[in-house]
């Protein structure tokens, strides 16, 4: 095993949770994880942070991150992450997600949602992933094994820049949603963002793999075109600055973070 002069250099906290995501795979940390960080949360009470899934008061959140951790980034409680309170946030206030019963395609679901959604939207609801013992379906999402017309959401959020061919999954998504039916497909973006998505599947390396695209098992860097690529997958793409209408501080979200939606027409 070889750190990163980054990693070895990061205060204790920060070091141990960087080691943690980088060396443990993501099964395996979904199972286990949990207890753990609601243990270390007592050490961060107070309220100068809210998580608006699990409701939790935070005098900050946990640093989360594989090289060089984010500050406030993960909520104790529930695992949240920036971006998944920034999609809580979003569907409350931006669409009826929480007002009816939908179908619901959630890919790779995320530990913080998985209860919460079951309970709104009971058998509607399915959650699928290629590994994730987490969810009912195993699926890979270049052959998503549900007919066309199904579902009136997806939820697929940092996937695409892990798969063979975005174009493809995203297909796969726009065919089993029903007419008006909407996604959420967000993916990481690595400043500097080149104006066009940059991939290759012949790079096998990981430190290679992580010089390129930013993670070790990543396989594309995304670009100023994805709105384009959602696009050309047979969707409407609408890309909203919803972060900027909302108190990122007090979520400890990233305020210039785009929600990205695809709309099937």
Same mark, same amino acid.
């Given at each position: *095993?070889v750190?990163?002069a980054?990693?070895l +250099?990061?205060p $204790?906290? @920060?070091?141990?949770i960087a080691l943690?995501?980088?060396f443990?795979?993501?099964?395996?940390l979904?199972?286990? +994880?949990?207890i753990?960080? @609601? &243990?270390?949360?007592?050490?961060?009470a107070g309220?100068a942070?809210e998580c608006?899934i699990?409701k939790?008061?935070? @005098?900050?959140?946990?640093?989360?991150?594989?090289?060089?951790?984010?500050?406030?980034?993960?909520?104790p409680s529930c695992l949240?992450?920036e971006?998944h309170?920034?999609?809580w946030?979003?569907m409350?206030?931006?669409?009826?997600?929480f007002?009816?019963?939908?179908? &619901?395609l959630?890919?790779a $679901?995320?530990p913080c949602?998985?209860?919460?959604?079951?309970?709104?939207h009971g058998?509607?609801y399915?959650t699928?992933?290629?590994?994730?013992?987490?969810?009912k379906v @195993? *699926?890979?999402?270049?052959?998503?094994p549900f007919?066309?017309?199904?579902f009136d959401?997806?939820?697929?959020?940092?996937v695409l820049e892990?798969?063979?061919?975005d174009?493809?999954? *995203?297909?796969?998504?726009n065919r089993v949603l029903?007419? !008006?039916?909407w996604?959420?497909?967000q &993916?990481?973006?690595?400043s500097?963002?080149?104006d066009?998505?940059?991939?290759?599947l012949?790079?096998?390396?990981p430190?290679e793999?992580?010089?390129l695209?930013g993670?070790?098992?990543?396989?594309?860097?995304f670009g100023?075109?994805?709105?384009k690529?959602?696009?050309?997958? !047979?969707?409407k793409a609408?890309a909203?600055?919803?972060?900027?209408?909302?108190?990122?501080?007090r979520?400890?979200?990233?305020?210039n973070?785009?929600?990205?939606k695809?709309v099937?027409?």
């Amino acid at each position: *095993m070889v750190l990163s002069a980054n990693v070895l +250099s990061l205060p $204790p906290m @920060k070091k141990v949770i960087a080691l943690l995501i980088r060396f443990v795979p993501r099964k395996y940390l979904q199972l286990f +994880s949990g207890i753990g960080l @609601k &243990v270390l949360g007592v050490f961060y009470a107070g309220n100068a942070v809210e998580c608006p899934i699990c409701k939790s008061h935070y @005098k900050q959140f946990l640093p989360y991150g594989r090289i060089n951790p984010r500050p406030n980034a993960l909520c104790p409680s529930c695992l949240s992450l920036e971006r998944h309170r920034l999609i809580w946030l979003y569907m409350e206030q931006r669409t009826s997600f929480f007002q009816e019963k939908l179908k &619901v395609l959630h890919i790779a $679901p995320e530990p913080c949602f998985m209860q919460r959604f079951d309970k709104l939207h009971g058998d509607g609801y399915i959650t699928a992933d290629i590994e994730s013992p987490l969810a009912k379906v @195993k *699926m890979d999402i270049h052959d998503i094994p549900f007919e066309a017309n199904t579902f009136d959401v997806v939820l697929c959020n940092h996937v695409l820049e892990h798969v063979n061919s975005d174009i493809k999954a *995203m297909s796969e998504i726009n065919r089993v949603l029903k007419p !008006g039916g909407w996604a959420i497909m967000q &993916v990481p973006f690595f400043s500097p963002v080149p104006d066009v998505t940059y991939e290759d599947l012949t790079v096998t390396d990981p430190r290679e793999r992580e010089k390129l695209f930013g993670q070790d098992d990543h396989v594309r860097l995304f670009g100023k075109d994805y709105a384009k690529r959602i696009e050309k997958a !047979g969707m409407k793409a609408l890309a909203d600055d919803f972060a900027k209408s909302i108190d990122a501080t007090r979520y400890g979200i990233t305020a210039n973070e785009m929600i990205y939606k695809g709309v099937k027409g």
